[in-house]
């Protein structure tokens, strides 16, 4: 299994990106996916999740109207469009497995990650 990230930078408040996590090593259109970020300091704090399909999507409170999870079976690819940034969303975002359906805070193989800055 690998999952790698892409997509990060630095970006001014009020700024958007989009970021990306290219699937192998397993069916990926089988499996529920996550984003989670890690911000300095702190613990694992889950962002957003979509079922295998695509068609259900979940989202923590922190990015409701600004973040929004999207897949590409096809591509085996997962994105994390976000908007509005904060400079407390500032955190190393990675995409993650999760290895039930409709689990959401529970992922088995996890990338590297893609550092988000968000700063004036």
């Known amino acids: 299994v690998q999952l790698v990230e892409s997509g990060g930078g630095m970006v001014q408040p009020g700024g958007s990106l989009r970021l990306s996590c290219v699937a192998s090593?397993?069916?990926?259109?089988?499996?529920?996916m996550s984003w989670l970020r890690q911000a300095p300091g702190k613990g694992a704090e889950w962002v957003s999740t979509i079922n295998r399909g695509g068609g259900r999507t979940s989202l923590a409170r922190s990015g409701e109207g600004r973040f929004t999870i999207l897949r590409d079976n096809a591509k085996n690819t997962l994105y994390l469009e976000m908007s509005s940034l904060k400079p407390e969303d500032t955190a190393l975002y990675f995409c993650?497995?999760?290895?039930?359906?409709?689990?959401?805070?529970?992922?088995?193989?996890r990338g590297q990650g893609t550092q988000v800055t968000v700063s004036s």
């Open positions: 993650a497995r999760v290895p039930q359906p409709g689990r959401l805070y529970v992922y088995d193989f």
């Open positions: 090593g397993f069916t990926f259109s089988d499996y529920d």
